[in-house]
């Protein structure tokens, strides 16, 4: 028998096969991996490239019109770090494969870094196409660069005018925005130039002993570090606050206990929030922990199994920003956690606390006598 498109209905699939393959899928999504630690630096951070020690006392006239764009928009410095902060978080997708490090990448998956840095860029300020270049800030044209390595843009022979080059050459020396982050360091930097054929790398020839254009097998070259002068870092140059990767920072031997439970999700976001209190805890590392599809809900499910031992798993809604804020701890956003040991204390106690059906609770010390946590109430405390 034949179905309306003359198919076989045999080979037609059936709602209880359909539900085989979502199951398939999920598995093989959900399979728990562990990875070891990095024995190797994200990129390379050459001394001579180090950016607080120099750095431009104005800003050159050509770049002006974007310097100010930067400086004029709306929290622009956050919205730049944050962006990439995801830029690297979407590529080890930590839901699907348990990495939380750039070295558990692929070689292939570490050539998009800068792609995905030029489309979150894209996104987060709205930026229009160019004309002839990535993108148009304050009406001009300008070429987003990335690098995980300091120094290490590579840049195209469209991108500078050299009459070697004939009909290869740009239509004028052009502007770029140069990226660079190192989620090592949780250092970050942004800044401008005009790409010139005097400021790329130039290597001296072993035949002649004549200096000649350095380029790779992509016929492009890198920026000399001479150059380094000519660059507008905006925000007065090397940033420190790259959003942290908690799991790559985090105590080798805490991340060991966080993952010693192999065939259970909310057992490791449990002990995620036993190993990590006083800081916050963000989607993303619960993502990677849980390795599952619910597992925001593991980490509202951590706040029954961690009551008894007197852990408060806290987040943004009803009465938790007051009791952090009571605390003084972190406030957490949507999508943040933050976890804390209380004790009740008496009214003698001089540690920040809050009052909850007229006992007082405050943070635990570390070698303080455990018991349970109080119950909270929903509703926001007045």
Same mark, same amino acid.
């Given at each position: 028998m034949?179905?309306?498109?003359g198919?076989?209905?045999?080979?037609?699939p059936?709602?209880?096969?359909?539900?085989?393959?979502a199951?398939?899928?999920?598995?093989?999504?959900?399979?728990f991996?562990?990875?070891?630690?990095?024995?190797?630096?994200?990129?390379?951070?050459?001394?001579?490239? !180090? &950016?607080? =020690?120099?750095?431009?006392?104005?800003?050159?006239?050509?770049?002006?019109p974007?310097a100010?764009?930067?400086?004029?928009?709306?929290?622009?410095?956050?919205?730049?770090?944050?962006?990439?902060?995801d830029s690297?978080?979407?590529?080890?997708?930590?839901?699907?494969?348990?990495?939380?490090?750039?070295?558990?990448?692929?070689?292939?998956?570490?050539?998009?870094?800068?792609?995905?840095?030029?489309?979150? /860029?894209?996104?987060?300020?709205?930026?229009?196409?160019?004309?002839h270049?990535?993108?148009?800030?304050?009406?001009?044209? &300008?070429?987003?660069?990335f690098?995980?390595?300091?120094?290490?843009?590579?840049?195209?022979?469209?991108?500078? /005018?050299?009459?070697d080059?004939?009909?290869?050459?740009?239509?004028?020396?052009?502007?770029? +925005?140069?990226?660079?982050?190192n989620?090592?360091?949780?250092?970050?930097?942004?800044? +401008?130039?005009?790409?010139?054929?005097?400021?790329?790398?130039?290597?001296?020839?072993?035949?002649?002993?004549q200096?000649?254009?350095?380029?790779?097998?992509?016929?492009?070259?890198?920026?000399?570090?001479?150059?380094?002068?000519?660059?507008?870092w905006?925000?007065?140059? +090397?940033?420190?606050?790259?959003?942290r990767?908690?799991?790559?920072?985090?105590?080798v031997? !805490?991340?060991?206990?966080?993952?010693?439970?192999?065939? =259970?999700?909310?057992?490791?976001?449990n002990?995620?929030?036993?190993?990590?209190?006083?800081?916050?805890?963000?989607?993303?590392?619960?993502?990677?922990v849980?390795?599952?599809?619910?597992?925001?809900?593991?980490?509202r499910?951590?706040?029954l199994?961690?009551?008894?031992?007197?852990?408060?798993? /806290?987040?943004?809604?009803?009465?938790?920003?007051?009791i952090?804020?009571?605390?003084?701890?972190?406030?957490?956003?949507?999508?943040? @956690?933050?976890?804390?040991?209380?004790?009740?204390v008496?009214?003698?106690?001089?540690?920040p606390f809050?009052?909850?059906?007229?006992?007082? @609770?405050?943070?635990?010390r570390?070698?303080?006598?455990?018991?349970?946590?109080?119950? +909270?109430?929903?509703?926001? &405390?007045?």
């Open positions: 034949t179905d309306q498109n198919q076989p209905l045999h080979d037609q059936t709602a209880a096969t359909q539900d085989s393959r199951r398939a899928i999920r598995r093989k999504r959900n399979v991996r562990n990875h070891r630690v990095p024995t190797t630096p994200m990129g390379k951070v050459p001394a001579a490239w !180090a &950016i607080e =020690s120099y750095g431009s006392d104005g800003v050159p006239a050509e770049l002006v974007f100010d764009w930067f400086d004029a928009e709306d929290d622009a410095r956050e919205r730049f770090r944050w962006a990439l902060r690297l978080d979407e590529l080890l997708d930590g839901q699907r494969t348990g990495r939380w490090a750039y070295q558990h990448l692929s070689k292939t998956e570490k050539t998009y870094l800068g792609t995905a840095v030029e489309v979150n /860029l894209t996104k987060e300020f709205e930026f229009p196409n160019g004309s270049l990535d993108w148009q800030i304050a009406g001009r044209d &300008i070429d987003c660069k690098s995980k390595d300091l120094g290490g843009w590579e840049i195209p022979m469209e991108m500078y /005018l050299c009459d080059h004939g009909g290869r050459q740009g239509k004028a020396n052009q502007p770029a +925005l140069v990226t660079w982050l989620d090592d360091t949780s250092q970050w930097a942004a800044g +401008l130039m005009t790409i010139t054929d005097e400021r790329l790398r130039w290597r001296s020839d072993t035949k002649t002993g200096l000649v254009r350095a380029y790779n097998r992509d016929n492009k070259r890198r920026v000399n570090i001479s150059a380094r002068k000519d660059i507008h905006l925000w007065g140059g +090397l940033q420190t606050d790259l959003p990767n908690l799991l790559l920072h985090l105590n031997d !805490a991340r060991a206990r966080v993952f010693s439970f192999p065939r =259970s999700g909310q057992a490791r976001v002990q995620l929030f036993r190993e990590v209190q006083g800081r916050i805890v963000g989607r993303q590392t619960v993502l990677t849980a390795q599952q599809d619910d597992a925001p809900k593991r980490a499910d951590a706040r199994s961690l009551r008894p031992e007197g852990i408060l798993v /806290l987040g943004h809604q009803g009465s938790h920003p007051h952090a804020r009571a605390l003084e701890l972190l406030m957490p956003a949507k999508g943040e @956690w933050i976890s804390v040991r209380v004790v009740p008496t009214e003698a106690d001089s540690r809050f009052t909850l059906n007229g006992q007082r @609770w405050a943070a635990a570390d070698a303080e006598p455990g018991s349970a946590a109080p119950r +909270l109430p929903k509703k926001a &405390i007045p």
